[in-house]
């Protein structure tokens, strides 16, 4: 039986690297695609070719002609779009490329696959940030933590969106084109709202991957802030269990299409900034936490959100398995091993 066919875009950043190596192992067949431009990347393509046998394209993909040309000479099974940016911050200040990125580089690609592909499965990395600010969802504040009033098993996709920040606005069209061609076109399209990941092969900066970030700094006694009162609130995931959704989805693909999903570490992985340092100061114990430094709220940023991941578990049959002390354990373990590398 000839192996199955992946493209993964955003191939060499984060999640895909994981993507990358979890599907090489199953016996798939992988390309990717990536401009190269975040932080990390060149680490993580290095590491992939001592390892792992791919293919790799350096296509941006905004660029529509050679996207276009890409699709015309290949034919995948499935097409993972991570390929994105990824940064709120980034997006204030340049709210065009962020547009250019996030919105039209996917139909870019849902536009190839139209023309040259059309039974391939796409799931679309979007995110939690299409629920804009939340403001109407009631909040009590503890010592260390928000906490909903109302939603003690999380926010399920009924929600309605409310696109806040370029990114949010860029990354919510962006779905809604990717659920649209699965109506229109009959396309197998799906989009999981993730919430935050993290694990292994992430390069943080102050911009995006905070858990990863906040270790990086703390090993490397680099100065860092905290945006807001510390007390924000995320069910954060560990990338091994979102590459465990990747594949459930493939396998459900004829029941998925045009649907969306919050992929979350749900109420049983919520935790604070504060609450994460808490965790942080048993691994790192000359670190002292009256020092840290606080800033102000950054536009857009949620003082909660904890994804209702039920929709995923009934049609995916998809829960999260890492707890947070395994995950961080995971994280730390793999930060303090290559601190060289991300000097
Ligand atoms: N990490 C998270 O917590 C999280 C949460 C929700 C959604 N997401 C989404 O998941 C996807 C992957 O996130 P990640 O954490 O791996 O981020 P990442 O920044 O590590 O990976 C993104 C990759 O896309 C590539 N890229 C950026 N612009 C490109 C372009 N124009 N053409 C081709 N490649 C380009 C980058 O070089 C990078 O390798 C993104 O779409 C992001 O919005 C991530």
Known sequence: MSKKKI???????????????????????????DNLSKIGTDNNLRHLKQNYLFKFHKIDIRNTNKIDQLFKRNSYDMVLHLAGQVAVTKSIKVPKEDFEINALGTINILEALRKHNNKAFFLNASTNKVYGKMDNAK?????????????????????PVDFHSPYGCSKGSAEQYVVDYARVYGLKTTSFRQSCIYGVHQYGIEDHGWISWFIIALILKKPF?????????????????????YFLAYKNRQKISGEVFNIGGGPSNAISILELFDRLSLYKKDFDKKKLNFSKWRVGDQKIFISNNNKAKKILNWEPEHSISQGIDKIFNWINKNVNLIK
Do not use: M
């Open 7 to 33: 493209l993964i875009t955003g191939g060499v950043g984060f999640i895909g690297t994981n993507a990358a190596i979890n599907f090489i192992k199953k016996g798939w067949n992988v390309s990717i695609v």
């Open 139 to 159: 909040l009590s504040i503890k010592k260390k933590k928000y906490q909903y009033k109302d939603f003690s098993k999380g926010i399920d996709e009924s929600f």
């Open 225 to 245: 802030k905290i945006f807001g009162n510390g007390k924000q609130v995320r069910d954060i995931l560990y990338i091994d269990d979102l590459i465990k959704a």
